[in-house]
């Protein structure tokens, strides 16, 4: 499920008219100001003036770096929308949180705008605009914790990786011990070490409960002149609290 912030315009603008200097044609800023009766430009730098409109929004995602400490906030951005309405220009008038800011204006990059107009043609215009990010639910979490060994002879192996998918969880350390935290849920896991077949098993994790367990992987070599004592499952269940 994805967690969207939402935008939305302030009251003011500056917009920017075109004139004729020594060097060709420069670019004037105007004040704008937005009110109940309507948008004003100061006496004599336009007649009218009709805001940009935004035509593609574009929301931003909640950071995935902030999903398990969670806060909410608001990013102020000024725009510099161009003639073709297209953002040419974001920076951050008032930040939030560095992980917040980044995702706001990434975002309001690929904002696109019918542009402002002076005088029924079209200028570029400055604007503040705003992405309000609503913090999620924290992940609700589980303890998967234990140790991995050979089948037959129990020896731990240290360095055995665990993964989701392609995602490394996590590896054992030198006595064959791991310790996971994941989101509640069913996770299907393989475990993986040199010289071992590899092993699928499916855990289903409660929130606030931790699971100990013992996986065992299958030697691809025997090793000679040892006692093998023969314990074919393998995953067993230690202790779940």
Known sequence: MAFIAWAALSSSARAQTGTEGVGGKTRTEVDVTAADGGVYVPEGAATQLIPPELVTPSPAPYPEELRRAPVSAIVHLELLIGEAGSVEEVKVAQGAHPALDRAAVEAARKLAFRPATVDGKPVPVRLRYQYEFVAPPPVRTGTLAGEVRAKGTRRPIPGAALLEGE??????????????????????????????????????????QRVEVVYRLQPLISEPYTTVIRDERPRSEVARH
């Not at 054992?172 to 011990?177: I, L, N, S």
């Not at 935290?181 to 040199?194: F, I, Q």
């Not at 071992?196 to 606030?208: K, L, R």
């Open 167 to 208: 995602q490394l969880l996590g590896e054992t350390t030198p006595d064959g011990r791991f310790t996971l935290e994941l989101s509640e849920g069913a996770h299907t896991l393989r475990v993986r070490a040199p010289g071992h077949a590899d092993s699928s098993v499916t855990e289903t994790v409660t929130a606030g």
